[in-house]
C-alpha cells in the first residue's frame, strides 16, 4: 500500500454512460497526476495538478474527459459519454515538491470497463 | 521527449542476477533516468534513479554508460516477487512538470 487510494476499483457502465473516479493522494503531496494504461502498454500521461490547479493536460484528454481537484487534496476523473476505447486502467499518482528528488506514488487504479 | 528502449520480455532463475538493459541514446544532459516496476494488479512503484553515477539501494543498483546512452537495472538476486513489468523512463524535460513517458517496459519471468 503506497498511501494513494483509489476509488472505485473496478467500473463497468454501457457505452454512452457517464463515470466518476476518486483518487485520494498522500496528504502532504501537492502534486496529483492521473494516467491512463491499455493492455500491454506503459500508463500514458493525462493531466497533473499542483495544489488545485491543473497545469498540464495531455492531448488524450479530449473534451469528454474533466479533471478536478477542488481543495488541493482529492482528484476527481469524469468521462462523459463514455465510448469502448476508454476501457483501460486509470491510474493516480501523487507527489511532494519539495526536496531534491521525490519519486511518485501510485495507488492501485481505477479498471474501466465500457460493454 | 527523449525515448527509451528495452526488451520486451526477460527470464531469470530465482535467487541469480538480473540484468535489465535500456537504451536512451537521445537523453539530454539534465535527463534523469528513473526505473519503476509494476506487479500484477497493481500501479507502478520506484524502484531507483539515476543521472551519471552508479547508484545503489536496497532493491536494486543502477549502472549508468559513461556516455549516458544506456543503463542496466541491475536485480542482486531475483526472487518471485519480482516478476514485474521494469520501466526504464527518462524524465521530460518540460518545465517542471516531472510527468513520466512510459514505454512497454520489460516482463520479467522469474522461474522456481
Known amino acids: 500500500d503506497t498511501g494513494v487510494s483509489q476509488d472505485p476499483r473496478h467500473k463497468i457502465t454501457k457505452r454512452g454512460q457517464n463515470v466518476t473516479f476518486r483518487c485520494d493522494p498522500i496528504s502532504e503531496h501537492n502534486r496529483l497526476y492521473w494516467y491512463r494504461q491499455t493492455l500491454g502498454q506503459g500508463p500514458e500521461f493525462l493531466t497533473y495538478f499542483q495544489n488545485e490547479a491543473q497545469l498540464e493536460k495531455s492531448r488524450l484528454l479530449s473534451d469528454r474527459f474533466s479533471a478536478e481537484r477542488p481543495k488541493g487534496s482529492f482528484s476527481t476523473l469524469e468521462i462523459q459519454r463514455t465510448e469502448q476505447g476508454d476501457s483501460a486502467m486509470y491510474l493516480c499518482a501523487s507527489r511532494k515538491i519539495s526536496g531534491p528528488y521525490n519519486e511518485q506514488f501510485f495507488g492501485p487504479g481505477t479498471r474501466l470497463t465500457v460493454l | 521527449d527523449a525515448k527509451t528502449t528495452q526488451p520486451n520480455s526477460m527470464e531469470s532463475n530465482e535467487e541469480e542476477p538480473v540484468h535489465l538493459p535500456c537504451n536512451h541514446s537521445?537523453?539530454?544532459?539534465?535527463?534523469?533516468i528513473h526505473w519503476y516496476r509494476q506487479l500484477p494488479s497493481q500501479g507502478p512503484e520506484y524502484v531507483i534513479h539515476g543521472l551519471t553515477s552508479n547508484v545503489n539501494n536496497r532493491m536494486a543498483s543502477l549502472a549508468i554508460a559513461e556516455d549516458r546512452k544506456s543503463s542496466t537495472l541491475i536485480l542482486h538476486r531475483a526472487t518471485l516477487r519480482d516478476a514485474a513489468v521494469y520501466y526504464c523512463i527518462l524524465r521530460a524535460p518540460t518545465s517542471g512538470t516531472y510527468k513520466y513517458i512510459f514505454g512497454t517496459g520489460t516482463r520479467l519471468k522469474v522461474l522456481a
Open positions: 537521445t537523453i539530454s544532459g539534465t535527463d534523469y
